[in-house]
């Protein structure tokens, strides 16, 4: 099933919809224009609140496309990680992470690389209370046992040594809680 927001439309099909909607343009005129249905563009003016969405760029500090290219070249050539770190004046320590975190089978792949590193920047992240129903059940209980986040985000953090997925900071129970927009947290537990 298709998700809201994901209607196959290029990039100049979604420029020409907000450069249109914003000189007042209706649904149906903006439609006929780019070739789409009218269900397609409310999901998409709707999904954004009629606003138009930032356009997403990297970071300054981010390895660029270039970069990563010129890493696998690097690689394949047999060069050191602190070699290939002095050539493109990055730190070791960038090379050694962007190498060990997008290489499988022994193997590192560029456009692989750059492509996972696009979607891994995509923001708002969902929290891990979020992510993780087991998480979720066990900060519920201990917040109507009257526990504080503190003290769950320590125990969590001294009886969770080999399951790293468990952990997680007091600071993401309190956004949890009170930030109803992420609803990760049934709101009765506030008063624990």
């Not at 909607?21 to 070739?35: F, K, M, P, Q």
């Given at each position: 099933m298709a998700r809201l927001g994901r209607s196959g439309m290029t990039d100049a099909q979604k420029d020409e919809i907000w450069r249109r909607?914003?000189?007042?343009?209706?649904?149906?005129?903006?439609?006929?224009?780019?070739?789409k249905f009218l269900a397609s563009l409310f999901g998409r003016l709707r999904l954004h609140g009629g606003v138009t969405p930032p356009t997403r760029h990297r970071a300054g500090r981010?390895?660029?496309?270039?970069?990563?290219?010129?890493?696998s070249r690097g690689l394949a050539a047999g060069s050191s990680l602190r070699q290939i770190a002095r050539e493109r004046t990055r730190a070791p320590s960038t090379i050694s992470r962007e190498v060990s975190r997008n290489t499988d089978q022994q193997r590192?792949?560029?456009?692989r690389a750059d492509e996972t590193a696009w979607d891994r920047a995509r923001r708002p992240k969902l929290c891990r209370l979020a992510l993780n129903g087991r998480l979720r059940c066990i900060v519920a209980s201990k917040l109507a046992l009257d526990w504080s986040p503190e003290q769950i985000a320590g125990w969590l953090k001294?009886?969770?040594?080999?399951?790293?997925?468990?952990?997680?900071?007091?600071?993401?129970?309190?956004?949890?809680?009170?930030?109803?927009?992420?609803?990760?947290?049934?709101?009765?537990?506030?008063?624990?």
């Open positions: 909607w914003r000189h007042g343009g209706s649904l149906s005129d903006i439609g006929r224009a780019v070739g981010a390895l660029t496309r270039a970069e990563r290219e010129e890493l590192y792949r560029a456009n001294r009886t969770s040594l080999d399951n790293e997925s468990l952990p997680v900071s007091h600071e993401t129970i309190y956004r949890s809680l009170f930030v109803q927009t992420r609803g990760v947290l049934k709101k009765e537990l506030q008063k624990h």
